[in-house]
């Protein structure tokens, strides 16, 4: 029986809570979308393991780290494989993600000219380095995902990331940073996005 589970994240679509979101839609897996108002985030920051979301309460037991949340969750949605060297491959482009998303989002909090220079940096340097690992794994997938043939939840992490760098909501990021240094990872943004059940997902949530 699918446990009753409740995903608390800040309330909008993206980051590290969305791919559990997502994951959860895709299999129909009944779940409470608990989302948090920033400013309601100071009262409820010590309420969480590591005073960080997402959290994933699974009949009244919180796990926490949005990896970890993604692999449960993923095994509940059949979007995680079961042999141990795919489930690796899988693992590595989460990491990987998580590693690059943790470099730039330690730049939110500096001022103007050090965060100028931080992106600058992060834009030469490590951005299109993890950029290109990615889309050779991609490669070394066979090209459409990044394991078994079928999505799984890298290619959902892997796409929320490219969307965000895509949006061109990080100033001194240039918005075609992807398509420069990893044009199949555009590729395979627009694969997963224009799955039915993603595509009809933020359709509904645009209305
Ligand atoms: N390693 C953690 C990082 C979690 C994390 O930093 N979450 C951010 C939101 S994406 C957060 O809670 N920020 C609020 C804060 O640090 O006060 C994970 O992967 O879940």
Redesign the pocket.
Known sequence: MTPWLVLT??DFDG???EVARLAMHIAGIPFEDRRIARKD?AAL?DS?P?????TLEVDGQVI??????NRYVGKLAGLYPADDWQAARVDEIMDAV?DI??RI?GTFTLDDEAKKSAREALSAGSIPRFLRQIEARLQAGGGEWFAENRLTVADLKCYLWIRWLKSGALDHVPADVVDQHAPLLVKHLERVASRPQIAAYYAARRK
């Open positions: 994240y800040f980051s590290r809570g985030w920051r969480t590591f005073q960080a979301v997402p926490a780290q949005s990896n970890t949340i998580e998303t943790t989002a």
